[in-house]
């Protein structure tokens, strides 16, 4: 059985999004019925709704920075209760048994994990994400949001935080620690203030000064404009972590030059084309290229919980539902501070 609830979806690649209606599924023993209140819009929902990574499924209702409360739960739910506030990221399920489930990195599953949206659940449905007032999601993926954190600033942590506390964490930036972060959107802006709240000694290299006085506002120690030829010559061999948040391609070698001894630049954006590299920075230093993606279950909660307690929440604003499209376009501009979020009662 399903509910039909109001949602925004886009009928098919590259056209508006549109409100229309979506099913939903009914509660089952161990479900959580959310209502939502907010969700955000990543660039990754642009991508997908406009088909540029390739097999988009359509109608899609993007989405997967959700914040809401619960409306009703299965009886089998232990871990929430009507009236709690909770929040959903960017999968709602995985097979739960192979050996990353287990050790908590759902997000690598091998046998894959079932997205918010654009994806199939394990019925065959196409799932719909956080673009609409309901969503039904099992007990064990959903997630806790602190009292301290408010429910509109908290709902791009469910992708934007946890894709930047995932490899500041594992690449341990803290005291000591000198850390880059490449570009300063709406990831880049949580991996200055999560790198500052873990108490490294942080800078942002962005194409501009423009945002200086922001970043310096999030906790960045120093900000250079990559756009300055000096920039990387004056810090040659200086960062033990960078972070490249930009989704462009970027010259790699030259980034790799600013890296100490074992350091390691870690890429959590997503180009649209292969890049290249000269393996002369990597052995000339003893230096590592890695990739990030969000993050498991249990350390999407760790993250919120380590955000609510350092009063970290993301620079939002708020737009109602039928400014969507005009958003998409203005987050294709590098047109906002930091990250836009539907207010959902105005679906």
Known sequence: ????????????????????????RDVREHDVRISIEFAGICHSDIHQARDEWGGSIFPMVPGHEIAGTVAEVG??????AVGDRVGVGCFVDSCRTCANCLAGDEQYCRVGQTPTYNGLDADGEPTYGGYSTEVVVDENYVLGIPEGL???????????????????????????????????????H????????????????????????????FGADHYYATSDPETFTALEGHFDLIVNTVSAN??????LSLLAVDGTLVNVGAPEHPVSLSVFSLIGARRSLAGSMIGGIRETQEM???????????????IPADQVNEAYERVVASDVRYRFVIDVSTI
Not at 5 to 12: E, F
Not at 75 to 80: E, F, I, S
Not at 178 to 185: R, S, T, W
Not at 304 to 318: M, N, Q, T, W
């Open 250 to 255: 970027l010259e790699l070698d030259r980034y």
């Open 75 to 80: 009886p089998g739910v232990t871990r929430y």
């Open 304 to 318: 919120l919980d380590f955000c609510a307690e350092h009063g970290l929440g993301a620079e939002i604003e708020v």
């Open 190 to 217: 949580m991996g200055v203030k999560i790198a500052a709240a873990l108490g490294a000694d942080v800078t942002v290299l962005s194409q501009s000064l423009r945002k200086q006085e922001d970043a310096e506002r």
């Open 150 to 188: 408010a429910l509109d600033v908290a709902a791009p942590l469910l992708c934007a935080g946890v894709t930047l506390y995932s490899p500041l964490k594992r690449w341990q930036a803290g005291p000591g620690r000198k850390v880059a972060i490449v570009g300063m959107g709406g990831l880049g």
């Open 1 to 24: 059985m399903t509910t039909t609830v109001p949602a925004y979806a886009a009928p098919s690649a590259k056209a508006p999004l549109e409100r229309t209606t979506i099913p939903r």
